[in-house]
């Protein structure tokens, strides 16, 4: 069934309501595109639980602490493997702070990319494509690659989940200068 809902003519339109509500999502927005990805499973690794999302068109997207932490897509570019150091919690970034990241790019073979990162508070953006949640509800941060020539910025939106920690509800990442999505946990909290 999620198959076919997600192959099917118009999937974008498609409710929550028509999801199987045994399983977690993340909407997927990649430029006027909607899909669903459903969490397959969270491996527990040394440096955190990542999430592991997998899609109906085989692409597969692995988060950890709302990072993109690997991505195999089916169309665009793959970050093959990702690795931080320095890397701060959410409550812990106070105005800005900088860590290093490593990643691993496909296609081009690309390995040990080295990035240096400025991650800061910003004002709640009015041009996101969150929805159902108010976006001045959430934290907001942006993260940029400093001297990078390719490096966008990515967007970041941290809420409370029902334990009071902290989690990211929605963030916008690029893989390259042509390859943007953005996703949120779905359903939005208390829908």
Request: net charge negative; charged share 20%.
């Given at each position: 069934d999620a198959y076919r809902l997600m192959r099917s003519e118009g999937a974008a339109q498609q409710s929550a309501v028509e999801l199987n509500p045994n399983f977690r999502y993340l909407r997927v927005q990649i430029g006027t595109r909607e899909v669903f990805m459903v969490l397959g499973y969270v491996d527990q690794l040394p440096e955190g639980s990542v999430q592991v999302w997998y899609s109906a068109e085989a692409d597969v997207l692995r988060l950890r602490d709302g990072r993109v932490v690997g991505?195999?897509?089916?169309?665009?570019?793959?970050?093959?493997?990702?690795?931080?150091?320095?890397?701060?919690?959410?409550?812990?970034?106070?105005?800005?702070?900088?860590?290093?990241?490593?990643?691993d790019e496909s296609p081009g073979y690309r390995y040990g990319i080295k990035e240096k990162l400025l991650i800061r508070r910003i004002a709640p953006p009015d041009d996101s494509q969150l929805k159902f949640v108010l976006a001045s509800s959430l934290t907001w941060f942006e993260e940029t690659v400093q001297g990078g020539v390719d490096g966008l910025p990515a967007r970041y939106a941290v809420g409370l989940d029902g334990a009071g920690a902290h989690q990211v509800i929605y963030a916008e990442q690029c893989l390259s200068s042509e390859y943007c999505f953005s996703w949120q946990s779905w359903p939005p909290s208390g829908r």
């Amino acid at each position: 069934d999620a198959y076919r809902l997600m192959r099917s003519e118009g999937a974008a339109q498609q409710s929550a309501v028509e999801l199987n509500p045994n399983f977690r999502y993340l909407r997927v927005q990649i430029g006027t595109r909607e899909v669903f990805m459903v969490l397959g499973y969270v491996d527990q690794l040394p440096e955190g639980s990542v999430q592991v999302w997998y899609s109906a068109e085989a692409d597969v997207l692995r988060l950890r602490d709302g990072r993109v932490v690997g991505a195999t897509m089916k169309s665009g570019t793959d970050w093959l493997s990702v690795t931080f150091a320095h890397l701060p919690s959410w409550e812990a970034v106070g105005s800005q702070a900088v860590f290093d990241r490593a990643r691993d790019e496909s296609p081009g073979y690309r390995y040990g990319i080295k990035e240096k990162l400025l991650i800061r508070r910003i004002a709640p953006p009015d041009d996101s494509q969150l929805k159902f949640v108010l976006a001045s509800s959430l934290t907001w941060f942006e993260e940029t690659v400093q001297g990078g020539v390719d490096g966008l910025p990515a967007r970041y939106a941290v809420g409370l989940d029902g334990a009071g920690a902290h989690q990211v509800i929605y963030a916008e990442q690029c893989l390259s200068s042509e390859y943007c999505f953005s996703w949120q946990s779905w359903p939005p909290s208390g829908r």
